[in-house]
């Protein structure tokens, strides 16, 4: 068998994998990444980048449906084209993936193709079996990702039953569809579904949807949801699928339905390859591998970045913790913080949540106060989206600085940078209200909140 020498190893290319080799890549080292199946992972093959190209296109198609409600346009658009969608999809994602992989040429990374077996380490020196070639390394990082938690489906049902993966594959869209799970990719589907002119069912087994997010969030969200259709069922459980339907459970009792499509959205868990942990004698962290805050494992010289660590399963969490490895390996250490790590579900209208929940501060007996307004007092967001139910929140904590903000309303994702900064830098609230914010922005609003002050 064909043996080569590198630095370091790096094991999956999704955006853990890929920004760590091309970071190494970049300073000189010499890197081999393999990759089992396509470079970009989950996030760009069917998970970020594919939702967003699905929901650009649903949240137009709203928006043309609300004017045209206005009598602004003539005709009620119709129903999106699936087939074109996918077709664009896969077009996109082809090229951000040739992009990633010419980047990764260009830093001179060496890709290997197929799934990698780390047979084990001796003399400081780590063996990794890829595509029939040994590699040897002296470090190693993991970054295998995540896989969906499935649910046990029998054969032969006379509707279909998929998981967000197969979604991004349809090339037409169902009639109504009923999605299990009200988390992130739950309610990203779901705002896709309806503003595509489906029907939607949403079965939450927690009491709310939106998982993390704010409380008071998590309502607003589920009212507009609703408002558009939906129909949401909280603390309700999957019982069973059967050739009749699908069977939930709440406290009311049984609920059958039958949609033609269920999307199953129970979450993810980390794909860790056993036997790899074993030889390594890796330490886990829960199903993820344990990792300090360097991003180092419990095996000397070997580390984990992305969805396989278990932590905030987010392709920007990935990125900064390659970029940990990747100082640690070239000797500027800067520790990992996942405190203000932004999340965004992008929803029609998208939700941003950073820093504390009023969640957070009564579990954690933080004093605080918190100020929340609809997002009409931004006369922009009044004039696009009239009184659709949007709210921004902020959160400030005994001393009065910014330790939590909460925004649903769309643009917002674009506005977590600056939010990050308020609360990295501990700003008053008094602060925030002496900068100024453009007029006619979304953003407003936070001058808005600072005013409630005064
Ligand atoms: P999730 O953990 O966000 O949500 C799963 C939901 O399913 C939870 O609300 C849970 O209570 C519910 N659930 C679990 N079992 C259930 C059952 N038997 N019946 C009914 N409800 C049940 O996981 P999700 O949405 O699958 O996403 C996976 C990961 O991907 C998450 O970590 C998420 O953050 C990430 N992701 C991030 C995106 C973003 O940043 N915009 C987009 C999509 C996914």
């Known amino acids: 068998m064909m043996g080569s020498s590198y630095d370091v190893t790096v094991i999956g290319g999704g955006p853990g994998g890929y920004k760590a080799a091309e970071l190494l890549g970049e300073k000189g080292l010499r890197v081999a990444l393999v990759e089992a199946s396509e470079i970009g992972g989950t996030c760009l093959n069917m998970g970020c980048i594919p939702f967003k190209t699905y929901l650009h296109a649903s949240r137009i198609n709203r928006d043309a449906a609300l004017l045209a409600g206005r009598g602004i346009l003539d ?28 980047g990764l040429r260009q830093r001179g990374v060496t890709l290997y193709r197929g799934t990698a077996e780390v047979l084990g380490d001796s003399d400081s020196e780590f063996t990794v079996r890829a595509e029939g070639e040994l590699l040897k390394s002296t470090r190693l990082i993991i970054a295998t990702g995540s896989e969906e938690k499935r649910i046990t489906v029998p054969d032969g049902l006379p509707y279909r039953v998929i998981t967000s993966k197969e979604m991004l594959e349809l090339d037409a869209l169902p009639e109504e569809v009923d999605i299990i799970g009200a988390g992130t990719i739950g309610l990203e589907a779901a705002s896709y579904y309806l503003d595509a002119g489906c029907r939607v069912t949403l ?19 589920a009212r507009i949801l609703e408002k558009r259709g939906a129909t949401i069922l909280t603390e309700t459980r999957l019982e069973r699928f059967d050739a009749d339907g699908v069977a939930y459970r709440n406290r009311e009792g049984e609920i059958r339905r039958n949609p033609d499509t269920v999307l199953i959205a129970v979450g993810r868990r980390p794909k860790v390859d056993r036997n790899s942990v074993e030889r390594l004698q890796l330490r886990l962290d829960g199903d993820g591998i344990w990792i300090d805050e360097m991003c180092r494992t419990s095996h000397e010289n070997v580390y984990a970045c992305g969805d396989v660590t278990g932590k905030l399963m ?121 900068l100024v914010f453009p007029h006619p922005t979304y ?8 005013a409630m002050r005064r």
């Open 75 to 102: 005709a009620n658009p119709g129903r999106l084209h699936q087939a074109q969608i996918l077709k664009e999809k896969d077009g996109i994602v082809r090229g951000l993936r040739q992009s990633v992989e010419a």
């Open 203 to 221: 079965v939450e087994a927690a009491e709310r949807i939106g998982g993390h997010i704010d409380g008071e969030m998590a309502k607003a969200l």
């Open 314 to 434: 987010l392709a920007h969490t990935a990125y900064r913790q390659a970029k940990v490895i990747a100082d640690a390996i070239c000797g500027t250490p800067c520790a990992m913080d996942y405190s203000l790590v932004p999340r965004v579900i992008y929803t029609n209208p998208e939700v941003l949540t950073i820093g504390a929940t009023e969640e957070d501060c009564v579990r954690d007996g933080i004093p605080y106060r918190a100020d929340a307004l609809p997002m009409t007092y931004s006369g922009k967001y009044f004039a696009e989206n009239g009184k659709d139910g949007a709210k921004a929140k902020i959160i400030a904590d005994g001393e009065d600085r910014l330790i939590g903000l909460h925004v649903i309303g769309n643009g917002f994702s674009e506005f977590s940078m600056a939010a990050e900064l308020m609360i990295a830098n501990r700003m008053k609230i008094e602060e925030i209200g002496r």
């Open 443 to 450: 953003a407003e609003i936070f001058s808005e909140l600072t």
